[in-house]
């Protein structure tokens, strides 16, 4: 398993074969609902469709995750697994093959990998998009992804989880309402699963956010901070940090590659 973070939430994963590229935004701007004045997200490096892509996985359907500028310039003919909220979006642009997991849903793509969406994040006031549970049908490894720091304790049953993707850091507006749930959540989730690896997601290195609403944004916790937590529960969960456009293997032959830090 080879992972490639191309900012923010987006990554290419290279898993049994397959590459699956998950909450792509690649090119253009950020922009919620049209309204720019509220928040605008501006990449400084914008990264090229990826020659080759086996699986477009979205899940959630808003913007930063299932982003129209970037799924418009996606061939339109590549099979697409979504929340239903995801998946509307990528049926409005005229996506081809869409597949639409709720929650408990599980998909075998290719007879290679194994998608099971669980519950993630509250977007809005009931609305529950999916985290994901992704397994190596070839070496039966484990992957989980849920973007905002929201885990469902339905988890606990398919503990342990060799790699998480999830926020390390929270971020909150103005310390009262959070949007990415990160440090106490993320501790919990690794009590859980036991992780081998963990890497954090959500972050933006090489973007810049404007608009009225960056003002509010605060952020919370460190990454060092987090390992501490990790060392003071006796979890030896490692945390991997990469850079934007770097390419990470985390399994080679079947055997977890455990000794980066």
Known sequence: MKVTWLDNNSWLFEIAGQTVLLDPWLT????????????????????????????????QGLEDHAHPPTLKQLDHT?????????????????????????????????EKIEITAFPGSLVGATLVENAYVIKDLTNQRTFYYEPHGNHSPELKKIAPI??????????????????????????????????????????????????????LLRENGTVDNFRRMLQENQLSTQIIVPKPGETIELIQNGQLISDRQ
């Open 28 to 59: 253009g701007d950020l922009i919620f609902s049209g309204q720019e004045w509220l928040f605008h997200g501006i990449k400084q490096q914008k990264y090229p469709i990826p020659d080759s892509i086996d699986l477009i996985l979205l899940s």
């Open 78 to 110: 590549l099979p697409v697994i979504a929340s239903p909220n995801g998946a509307k979006v990528v049926q409005n642009l005229g996506y081809q093959q869409v597949t639409s997991l709720n929650h408990g849903d599980t998909y075998r793509f290719n």
């Open 162 to 215: 060799d790699v998480v993707l999830t926020p390390i850091l929270g971020q909150s507006l103005l310390n009262l309402v959070p949007l990415l749930k990160g440090q106490q959540t993320t501790l919990e989730l690794c009590q859980w699963l036991k992780p081998q690896m963990i890497l954090p997601t959500a972050r933006a290195e090489d973007t810049e956010y404007e608009g009225m609403l960056t003002a």
